[in-house]
Antibody, heavy 123, light 107 residues
Framework: EVQLVESGGGLVQPGESLRLSCEAS????????MTWVRQAPGKGLEWVAT????????YYVDSVKGRFTISRDNAKKSLFLQMNSLRAEDRAVYYC????????????????WGRGSLVTVSS | AVQLTQSPSSLSASVGERVIITCRAS??????LAWYQQKPGKAPKLLIF???RLENGVPSRFSGTGSGTDFTLTISGLQPEDCASYSC?????????FGQGTKVEIK
C-alpha cells in the first residue's frame, strides 16, 4: 500500500526537543523530494521543511531555521524532523508529504500525505 | 511570501447542491495552484493541481478554474462524503504557501 506514517509526536515543555519520523511504503522513496507541513489548531497548513532525494539540499521556513533539521534515510525509507528549542507556537499536527518531483525536480506540491503527528509544547 | 485568501471560511450546503470556493493570491501565480481536501484524522488529499488538472482517482464533480490571482474550486453536486475542509496552495514562488481553509458542511 502506498502510504506515509508519521510517529514521534507528544507533549514537551518549551525549550525541549522532539524527533518526528515518517515511514514510507509502496513507492520508490529515494526518487522524491520530501516535505514536512504543519497545521496549528484552528489555522491553515504551513510548509515547514523540504529535503532533496539524496539529502544534499534542505529548505526551511524562516520561523524554524536554526532549530529544526530535516533528514532522511533512504535505505530505511524514512524521513525525519529533529525539532530543538521548541516553542509554544510550534504546537501543531505535523504532516509528512511527498513532492510530485518530476524528473528529480521538486514541483513544491504534494501528492501523498500522512495522517499527521501531534506535537504539543506546554509547561 | 504570497498570501492566499480563501472565501468563505465555512459553508453549509445540501446534498446535490453546487459549491464554489474561491482562493485569491496576493500576486500573479499563473496556474501554479493546488487544492487539497482534509478530513479529521485522515491524510490530506490532493484534488487538483495546475489550477484545473484533476488528480487521478478524484471524482469528476470536483473542478478547478482560474489563473493569475483568482481561482475557484467547484463541487458540482455535493455528496455526503465531501464534508471536509478544502485548502488551496500556491507553488509558483518560494516558499510555497497555503490558504487558511474552507470548511464544508452538509445541511
Amino acid at each position: 500500500e502506498v502510504q506515509l506514517v508519521e510517529s514521534g509526536g507528544g507533549l514537551v515543555q518549551p525549550g525541549e526537543s522532539l524527533r518526528l519520523s515518517c515511514e514510507a511504503s509502496g513507492f520508490s522513496f529515494d526518487f522524491f523530494w520530501m516535505t514536512w507541513v504543519r497545521q496549528a489548531p484552528g489555522k491553515g497548513l504551513e510548509w515547514v521543511a523540504t529535503i532533496k532525494q539524496d539529502g544534499s539540499e534542505t529548505y526551511y521556513v524562516d520561523s524554524v531555521k536554526g532549530r529544526f533539521t530535516i533528514s532522511r534515510d533512504n535505505a530505511k525509507k524514512s524521513l525525519f524532523l529533529q525539532m530543538n528549542s521548541l516553542r509554544a507556537e510550534d504546537r501543531a499536527v505535523y504532516y509528512c508529504a511527498k513532492d510530485v518531483s518530476v524528473a528529480g525536480i521538486p514541483y513544491w506540491y504534494f501528492d501523498l500525505w500522512g495522517r499527521g503527528s501531534l506535537v504539543t509544547v506546554s509547561s | 511570501a504570497v498570501q492566499l485568501t480563501q472565501s468563505p471560511s465555512s459553508l453549509s450546503a445540501s446534498v446535490g447542491e453546487r459549491v464554489i470556493i474561491t482562493c485569491r493570491a496576493s500576486q500573479d501565480i499563473t496556474t501554479a495552484l493546488a487544492w487539497y481536501q482534509q478530513k479529521p484524522g485522515k491524510a490530506p488529499k490532493l484534488l487538483i493541481f495546475d489550477a484545473s488538472r484533476l488528480e487521478n482517482g478524484v471524482p469528476s464533480r470536483f473542478s478547478g478554474t482560474g489563473s493569475g490571482t483568482d481561482f475557484t474550486l467547484t463541487i458540482s453536486g455535493l455528496q455526503p462524503e465531501d464534508c471536509a475542509s478544502y485548502s488551496c496552495q500556491q507553488f509558483k514562488t518560494y516558499p510555497c504557501t497555503f490558504g487558511q481553509g474552507t470548511k464544508v458542511e452538509i445541511k
